[in-house]
């Protein structure tokens, strides 16, 4: 006891309440707060605290720390019934763009861009003894272009792409090899040499994070959201990774989000360990609470759904008095005198749930006993009026309907959003192997950035009564954006007409005119846009076919540059516009689409967007 009495004299009164705050130890007795317990724990740190400590009535009992508030005490009631529905996503102004590339730019505008080059050639300027790299601006959004193709195909190694077996064209040509990893070693965002003096952790990549950020606070928001981690896979050195266990990608930087059910992200913060959060939060609230608090800053009147590592009742009373409210599960040791009053998981059944109330009507507690039990905390949702959801019975052999209170239901419909996100960026991802920090978060952010325009886009189809089949796929989307922006050029997206030669003997079969003696046939396919025309020769004894591709939707309804040319050829060529069967000489400068301009009015319903 001596030995006991004199190491506890060591500590100051903060130490022994972090101690008893950071306990995971129930004791009823010592949980719900009494007076005659406060004035003997009072005591007790008269007792072993040193003359030098703050002073004793500035510092609160561990019941206040960790448990429920004083004087609010936990009674078996239930919270009044939550009868609100859920409610529709909000879609941005009809006036906006539903073009693939200028929904992308609104994540990283021109100047974004602009700022990159400058950066990335001052950086290799400083390490190649003053000779520049020459970047320009329309070479950079080339780059990340064929980053996002890449992504979609998902080559084991970038070499492959240039590679004699198994190279792409479409990426062959736009930018070779030896140049696509020269602008990715010299790609930065800002001076090294500023850097070097800053405080801020992640100054390396401010550029993005701002400009990302200008964006996502400009999004539509419900009244419904949630937080949680999101990691950023990265293996290599960096002072602000992190290890998350039970994650797929477990090492990384760890980025905290806010987003809607749907995936849409509309906050985040990455954690670099000190100065995350302001001390007073860190104080006051906690890693956790004070997150929420830093992400909740550009919304108003919302509920905020968290998981277990964010849900406390200091965060609950603070959302309450700033007009949130508050659901998500909870550790047992978070919920002060609840933990008393609940039933025990023996004496629930798979099915049961029990509730208890806050004595000011504020906040409610629920416990449901599933495969495990499962604690509720929450501001605004009781577990009225209870459904129901289908279990699988191990001793049944089938699934079979289970009681379900309403909290349980709203946590599953609204947590999922950050989870989804990370679903759809693991599908097509741009990352490739780095031994810099900065690339990966860059590359992780221009994901991000199309898969945020991807949920808008799918918004507004919905609500424009878009058919499904007719609704992009991110797949299509990324193919169709990454297209575009390989052939970005001065401002807009240019399709330029390349001449190859051909190695070796011509084909015999190198002619696709139809013969004197042949007829032809053009079949379009609606959704790729390919014309295939059909050669059938009197003896049926072999077809030709041509392959007539249509420029991107990006390029084809853009209005610019768009200017009808004759052609000096043999022999009129069919029209290209659907549903025409007339032949013309004239054809689409940019395009290289035969049309007509002054029969039907072919070339003008061609460019038009209907």
Not at 373 to 401: F, N, Q, Y
Request: a positive charge.
């Amino acid at each position: 006891m001596a030995a006991t009495n004199k190491h506890m004299g060591s500590l100051s009164a903060d130490d022994i309440l972090e101690m008893l705050g950071d306990s995971d130890v129930d004791i009823p007795g010592e949980i719900s707060s009494g007076e005659d317990e406060e004035h003997d724990f009072n005591e007790y740190l008269e007792e072993y605290s040193s003359e030098d400590d703050v002073p004793l009535a500035s510092l609160r009992s561990p019941n206040s720390e960790k448990g429920t508030p004083k004087n609010k005490k936990w009674t078996r009631d239930k919270m009044p019934p939550y009868v609100h529905d859920v409610e529709d996503l909000f879609c941005e102004n009809e006036e906006g763009s539903q073009n693939f590339l200028d929904m992308f730019f609104e994540y990283f505008p021109p100047s974004f861009w602009k700022s990159v080059v400058e950066q990335s050639n001052l950086y290799s300027v400083q390490v190649r003894d003053h000779r520049s790299i020459n970047m320009t601006y329309d070479e950079i959004i080339r780059f990340v272009g064929v980053s996002i193709l890449m992504g979609s195909l998902n080559y084991p190694q970038t070499r492959l792409y240039w590679s004699r077996d198994l190279a792409v064209p479409l990426i062959q040509k736009v930018m070779s090899r030896d140049r696509f990893f020269e602008l990715r070693n010299h790609l930065h965002f800002v001076d090294k040499f500023v850097t070097s003096d800053s405080d801020d952790k992640l100054q390396k990549v401010r550029p993005i994070l701002d400009a990302f950020l200008k964006k996502c606070h400009m999004l539509p928001r419900s009244n419904e959201q949630s937080v949680d981690e999101q990691m950023i896979s990265f293996t290599g050195r960096c002072p602000n990774r992190q290890y998350v266990p039970n994650k797929p990608h477990p090492v990384g930087l760890k980025n905290f989000v806010l987003a809607e059910r749907d995936g849409l992200v509309l906050d985040f913060h990455i954690y670099v360990g000190k100065g995350t959060i302001p001390d007073k939060d860190m104080r006051e609230l906690g890693l956790g609470a004070g997150i929420v608090k830093l992400l909740t800053r550009t919304i108003s009147h919302s509920i905020i759904y968290c998981d277990r590592f964010f849900t406390s009742e200091k965060l609950g009373d603070y959302l309450v008095a700033n007009n949130f409210n508050l659901c998500g599960t909870v550790m047992k040791n978070r919920v002060g005198g609840a933990l008393s009053i609940l039933k025990s998981d023996k004496e629930l059944k798979r099915g049961d749930y029990d509730e208890v109330l806050r004595s000011d009507k504020k906040m409610c507690c629920v416990k449901w006993q599933d495969s495990k039990a499962v604690t509720m905390l929450s501001t605004c949702i009781g577990s009225e009026p209870h459904s129901s959801c289908l279990r699988w019975d191990k001793t049944e052999k089938r699934k079979r309907e289970v009681n379900q209170p309403l909290v349980i239901k709203k946590y599953n419909q609204c947590m999922g959003g950050i989870d989804l996100c990370d679903r759809l960026l693991a599908y097509y991802s741009s990352s490739m192997r780095t031994k810099k920090w900065p690339l990966r978060v860059f590359t992780h952010f221009v994901d991000l950035a199309i898969v945020n325009s991807w949920v808008m886009y799918r918004r507004n189809c919905v609500k424009a009564d878009v058919p499904k089949r007719e609704i992009a796929s991110l797949l299509q989307f990324r193919t169709r954006l990454g297209n575009a922006m390989i052939h970005f050029e001065s401002g807009r997206v240019e399709i330029r007409e390349e001449i190859q030669k051909k190695r070796g003997r011509p084909s015999k079969c190198s002619s696709i005119s139809p013969g004197p003696h042949e007829s032809s046939k053009i079949c379009v396919n609606e959704e790729t846009g390919i014309e295939d025309q059909q050669i059938d020769h009197e003896d049926q004894t072999q077809q030709k076919r041509r392959r007539i591709i249509h420029p991107v939707n990006d390029v084809r309804f853009d209005r610019i540059n768009h200017w009808p040319i004759f052609s000096n050829d043999k022999n009129a060529s069919r029209c290209r516009h659907s549903g025409c069967s007339s032949r013309t000489r004239i054809k689409c400068q940019k395009c290289d689409v035969y049309l007509c301009v002054s029969l039907n009015g072919c070339f003008q319903k061609f460019h038009t967007r209907h």
